[in-house]
């Protein structure tokens, strides 16, 4: 989450889309989650063994039967970003955030979150790259408009950071996956 002390908005991104798993006693030489030999005594399940959480998932095809992706089986959106006033609670705007390509034009802003946050500017800008279509975006604190977007080579998997250079202009940088990115505002 980010917080804006000027507004009193508070912004965070959620996963919208259901889960369905539950947590067990360890199984003889079961790993947690990924199998990161972790020592915990549980472990997560599903109903495909343990490991990671799955959500009911539907695939979407193509007009030849080709497997394109999948989606969640309810109505999106399935990420957001969200502002709200910290003052009084109220939710100051929401919009989905992220895209999923493999749906016909006109149908793609379903939203679909990674795992990072976001990072607001005094000048008024949200930057999160935190979604699973690699973008890397700018919204208007106060509206929740999209200003910018650019699509990048891996998804954004860190909260993006903000700094002034040596030369005056602020900068905006990420991990995207192993590698860094930088843009200079103007």
């Not at 002390?5 to 199984?27: I, M």
């Not at 955030?97 to 006109?106: K, Q, V």
């Not at 795992?115 to 690699?134: H, K, Q, W």
């Not at 106060?142 to 977007?149: F, I, M």
């Amino acid at each position: 989450m980010a917080a804006d002390p000027k507004s009193g908005y508070v912004f965070v991104q959620t996963h919208d889309a259901a889960l369905s798993g539950w947590t067990e006693k360890k199984r003889e030489g079961g790993n947690y989650g990924s199998g990161n030999g972790s020592p915990q005594p549980y472990d997560r399940g599903a109903w495909d063994g343990p490991g990671p959480y799955h959500g009911f998932a539907a695939p979407i095809k193509d007009a030849n039967g080709k497997t394109l992706g999948n989606a969640p089986c309810q109505k999106p959106p399935w990420g957001r970003l969200w502002a709200v006033n910290a003052n009084t609670g109220d939710i100051a705007w929401q919009v989905p955030l992220g895209l999923n390509e493999a749906l016909p034009a006109g149908k793609q802003n379903t939203g679909g979150s990674g795992s990072a946050g976001p990072i607001v500017t005094a000048g008024g800008l949200i930057f999160i790259g935190a979604t699973n279509d690699s973008r890397f975006r700018a919204f208007d604190s106060k509206t929740g408009k999209e200003l910018w977007a650019t699509k990048l080579e891996r998804p954004v998997n860190a909260n993006p950071v903000t700094y002034q250079g040596k030369n005056g202009k602020q900068y905006v940088a990420m991990i995207a996956t192993d590698s860094v990115v930088v843009f200079a505002l103007r």
